[in-house]
Nanobody
C-alpha cells in the first residue's frame, strides 16, 4: 500500500500564491500529479509529471501553476501563482506506481476575491 501525505494549501487572496507538496511512501512513481475538486463539480486533473520530468497542465492553469518533483525525496510540488477564486477546491495528490493509482487525503485551497 502506498501512502501520500499532502501539505500546504490554505487561504489566499486573488492574485496571490500558494504551494502544496506531497510525499509518497514509495519511490520511483511513474507519474505524480495533482487533481482538484470544487464543490458540486467533478474531480479534474490540474497537473502531472512523469518520472523523467515531462509535465502536463490543464488549460485553465497553464502559465500560472508549475509542477515539479524531487525523486530523491519522493515528493511532488505544485506552485500556484496568480490564483483566482475559481481555483478554490480540494487539491488531491495522485501517484501511479506500477500502473496502479493512489490518492492523498486532499488539502483545501481557498482563493478569496
Amino acid at each position: 500500500q502506498v501512502q501520500l501525505v499532502e501539505s500546504g494549501g490554505g487561504l489566499v487572496q486573488a492574485g496571490g500564491s500558494l504551494s502544496v507538496s506531497c510525499v509518497a511512501s514509495r519511490s520511483n512513481a511513474l507519474v505524480l500529479g495533482w487533481h482538484r475538486q470544487a464543490p458540486g463539480k467533478q474531480r479534474e486533473l490540474v497537473a502531472s509529471i512523469t518520472r523523467d520530468g515531462k509535465s502536463t497542465y490543464a488549460d485553465s492553469v497553464k502559465g500560472r501553476f508549475s509542477i515539479s518533483r524531487d525523486n530523491a525525496k519522493n515528493t511532488v510540488y505544485l506552485q500556484m501563482d496568480s490564483l483566482k477564486p475559481e481555483d478554490t477546491a480540494v487539491y488531491y495528490c495522485y501517484a501511479n506506481f506500477d500502473f496502479r493509482g493512489y490518492w492523498g487525503q486532499g488539502t483545501q485551497v481557498t482563493v478569496s476575491s
